[in-house]
């Protein structure tokens, strides 16, 4: 199983970006898929979920700038993070769930800064 992640970097405070997660080894269709983030000393946290049949759920800091979705005839899941702010400054990491804690990727960085 592998899921690689992609498109994190440097935006500035208001830019936007998008995070792209390749899942292979999954009947991918089949999994809740979720970004998660950690920031430099905190613990790792749910940004975004989207479940096998397209429902959504977002971290309340995120609501309304962050978006995510799939495509699974891709096996790939998205994150668009628009307004960003300083405190999004994290690694982002794509979550395969379907029993137990699932499967992770490597993670990308993410830095919100003028």
């Known amino acids: 199983v592998q899921l690689v992640e992609s498109g994190g970097g440097l935006a500035k405070p208001g830019g936007s970006l998008r995070l792209s997660c390749a899942a292979s080894?999954?009947?991918?269709?089949?999994?809740?898929m979720g970004w998660y983030r950690q920031a430099p000393g905190k613990q790792r946290e749910l940004v975004a979920g989207?479940?096998?049949?397209?429902?959504?759920n977002y971290a309340d800091s995120v609501k309304g700038r962050f978006t995510i979705s799939r495509d699974n005839a891709k096996n790939t899941v998205y994150l668009q993070m628009n307004s960003l702010k300083p405190e999004d400054t994290a690694v982002y990491y794509c979550?395969?769930?379907?029993?137990?804690?699932?499967?992770w990727g490597q993670g990308t960085q993410v830095t919100v800064s003028s």
């Open positions: 080894g999954i009947i991918f269709r089949i999994y809740t």
């Open positions: 989207i479940t096998s049949g397209g429902s959504t």
């Open positions: 979550n395969a769930e379907l029993v137990g804690p699932g499967y």
